[in-house]
């Protein structure tokens, strides 16, 4: 069974960083992509990044410039760097393993930047 658990959430002033990290329960080397979601009150989910089994990366325009996703395949860990937060970045963020029908997705992980 499939488990990704999240971690690296928290409340941060506008303007700061965060790292949140994503440990798979399986190997990720051939993992045809892993992302991270969010969602924040009242509203849908939503892709925030994604990165493919070729490495080839893929970001919503929100978030263009200031985060980045990347993965360290030996540890089976994504990451989402995430600099130059603004408050409407606040959401519960959430990882997630593969491609329609066959996703996995983690707990999610509150992330809160305040004004």
């Known amino acids: 069974q499939v488990q990704l658990v999240e971690s690296g959430g928290g409340l941060v002033q506008a303007g700061g960083s965060l790292r949140l990290s994503c440990a798979a329960s399986?190997?990720?080397?051939?993992?045809?992509?892993m992302g991270w979601y969010r969602q924040a009150p009242g509203k849908q989910r939503e892709l925030v990044a994604t990165?493919?089994?070729?490495?080839?990366?893929n970001y919503a325009d929100s978030v263009k410039g200031r985060f980045t996703i990347s993965r360290d395949i030996p540890k089976n860990t994504v990451y989402l760097q995430m600099n130059s937060l603004k408050p409407e970045d606040t959401a519960v963020y959430y990882c997630?393993?593969?491609?329609?029908?066959?996703?996995?997705w983690g707990q999610g992980t509150q992330v809160t930047v305040s004004s």
């Open positions: 399986v190997t990720i080397f051939k993992i045809s992509a």
């Open positions: 997630s393993l593969g491609t329609p029908p066959y996703v996995y």
């Open positions: 990165i493919v089994v070729g490495g080839s990366t």
